[in-house]
T-cell receptor, first 114, second 115 residues
Framework: GAGVSQTPSNKVTEKGKYVELRCDPI?????LYWYRQSLGQGPEFLIY????????DSGLPNDRFFAVRPEGSVSTLKIQRTERGDSAVYLC????????????FGPGTRLLVL | AQKITQTQPGMFVQEKEAVTLDCTYD???????LFWYKQPSSGEMIFLIY??????QNATEGRYSLNFQKARKSANLVISASQLGDSAMYFC????????????FGGGTRLMVKP
């Protein structure tokens, strides 16, 4: 079966631009997570969705970052006025329910802000 | 304070030998779960093994086992009979009951298997 997919796989943008990163979770998974992984570090939590609503957005670094999941499936992470420090790999994960032990990760989107 | 600490930035192991990757954690929550993920150069995080804080026995999954020492707050990963394909980054992570569903990751250990 299909795993978590993320598009684009790579994104290069200029400082100040707006970007959207897309995550398609495993079919039927109700919980969806976004993490950010900077070079040489472990992933850091950004936001978690249960269904359509953001159940926990405590990891979003500032108000330039926003995420939506309007129909409870695909999610989009939106970054406004990008900064060079936003350069990282953005990982998406999903789990069957919010109580499920295992989160299944996608391949990530590598964002480079010039 | 770091919640997850992996003190080995890099490790070498000879093919077919066993290797232990260290992980210590810090939490005051009595309910928590500990995870190990593998991240090959392709970038995808692959779930390997899980240990719940109330589990009485150490978790095992094929060649992977988790040496859970609750009093010492350690959750080391043991890989038996290493294979060349085991070369990757390995991350220890924790989910705390009070913190919801987010995973907190350590800094990772790069494992290199020598032929």
């Amino acid at each position: 079966g299909a795993g978590v997919s993320q598009t684009p796989s790579n994104k290069v943008t200029e400082k100040g631009k707006y970007v959207e990163l897309r995550c398609d979770p495993i079919s039927g998974h109700t919980a969806l997570y976004w993490y950010r992984q900077s070079l040489g570090q472990g992933p850091e939590f950004l936001i978690y969705f249960q269904g359509t609503g953001a159940a926990d957005d405590s990891g979003l670094p500032n108000d330039r970052f926003f995420a939506v999941r309007p129909e409870g499936s695909v999610s989009t992470l939106k970054i406004q006025r990008t900064e060079r420090g936003d350069s990282a790999v953005y990982l998406c994960a999903s789990s069957l329910t919010s109580d499920s032990v295992t989160q299944y990760f996608g391949p990530g989107t590598r964002l480079l802000v010039l | 304070a770091q919640k997850i600490t992996q003190t080995q930035p890099g490790m070498f192991v000879q093919e077919k030998e066993a290797v232990t990757l260290d992980c210590t954690y810090d939490t005051s929550d009595p309910s928590y779960g500990l995870f190990w993920y593998k991240q090959p150069s392709s970038g995808e995080m692959i779930f390997l093994i899980y240990q719940g804080s109330y589990d009485q026995q150490n978790a095992t999954e094929g060649r992977y086992s988790l040496n859970f020492q609750k009093a010492r707050k350690s959750a080391n990963l043991v890989i038996s009979a290493s294979q060349l394909g085991d070369s990757a980054m390995y991350f220890c992570a924790m989910r705390e009951g009070r913190a919801g569903n987010m995973l907190t990751f350590g800094g990772g250990t790069r494992l290199m298997v020598k032929p």
